[in-house]
């Protein structure tokens, strides 16, 4: 039996691998978001982009935990569950709100998603900038900056790779 579970937050991981590029400066809503990591175009090793991108996860990673750690507290009291309460049986045996955080198991978590792109990500770059060297980590970098705008050869041979 799985006990009902929901996420208290979202995380675009795609949006990680970018701060990896931009040093966890977030060009959409201008502010740093990310951890301050070194300008990726000066990377001369697979290493550390991999260390810019454990930089980038772990921030991230404790900015969203810290309402999903809020919310375990509150939830149950402003947002109370009775149906989800009701046909949870951790709720049914402990008297409890299926989202209060003294139940087993606890309802709180980070839903991560697009996963994938990160692991390809990083695998398109170890192959092309590192292993091939068919590109540079500026390149790479300032065609992520605009877009891949006319370099739509180099934006294939990553999406393919």
Do not use: H
């Amino acid at each position: 039996f799985q006990p009902m579970r929901m996420a208290n937050a979202t995380a675009n991981c795609a949006k990680i691998m970018e701060y990896v590029f931009t040093g966890g400066y977030d060009n959409v809503v201008n502010m740093q978001i990310g951890a301050e990591t070194p300008d990726a175009a000066t990377f001369t090793t697979y290493e550390q982009v991999f260390d810019a991108w454990v930089a980038q996860m772990k921030t991230i990673f404790s900015i969203l935990v810290r309402p999903v750690n809020r919310a375990r507290i509150l939830a149950p009291k402003m947002t109370p569950r009775p149906f989800l309460s009701a046909v949870s049986e951790r709720s049914v045996d402990s008297g409890l709100d299926v989202c209060d955080p003294s139940i087993s198991r606890g309802n709180a978590w980070i839903t991560a998603f697009t996963w994938v792109e990160n692991a390809d990500s990083l695998a398109a770059v170890k192959k092309l900038v590192f292993d091939e060297k068919k590109y540079t980590m500026a390149e790479l970098k300032e065609a992520l900056a605009d877009n891949w705008e006319g370099k739509e050869e180099m934006r294939l041979d990553f999406v393919k790779n």
